[in-house]
């Protein structure tokens, strides 16, 4: 899926470009490797706990294992929640 191709019209002649769909893994989850946004994540989605700091998060992201693909998906530890955030896919 990485290498699809649209065509776009560039004046008379037809542009092929290359869609890179990766783009939106490494928007999400790399910031979310570093705890000090993964911390702001958390208070975003739990405002009401004002007492967990950075220390307290583990991340448990799945890491390609058996296919090397990417996952957009994002895990992590919160004591003993399991907070997962998990991308849908139709294909």
């Given at each position: 899926?990485?290498?699809?191709?649209?065509?776009?019209?560039?004046?008379?002649?037809?542009?092929?470009?290359?869609?890179?769909?990766?783009?939106?893994?490494?928007?999400f989850t790399?910031?979310?490797?570093?705890?000090?946004?993964?911390?702001?994540?958390?208070?975003?989605?739990?405002?009401?706990?004002?007492?967990?700091?950075?220390?307290?998060?583990?991340?448990?992201?799945?890491?390609?294992?058996?296919?090397?693909?990417?996952?957009?998906?994002?895990?992590?530890?919160?004591?003993?929640?399991?907070?997962?955030?998990?991308?849908?896919?139709?294909?």
């Amino acid at each position: 899926m990485a290498g699809q191709k649209k065509d776009v019209a560039a004046g008379d002649e037809k542009e092929e470009r290359v869609v890179k769909h990766t783009v939106k893994d490494s928007v999400f989850t790399s910031p979310f490797k570093e705890k000090r946004y993964l911390i702001q994540l958390y208070r975003a989605l739990h405002p009401e706990d004002t007492k967990t700091t950075e220390d307290d998060l583990k991340d448990v992201t799945v890491s390609n294992v058996l296919v090397d693909d990417i996952y957009n998906d994002l895990g992590f530890t919160v004591g003993t929640t399991i907070m997962l955030l998990i991308e849908v896919q139709s294909t």
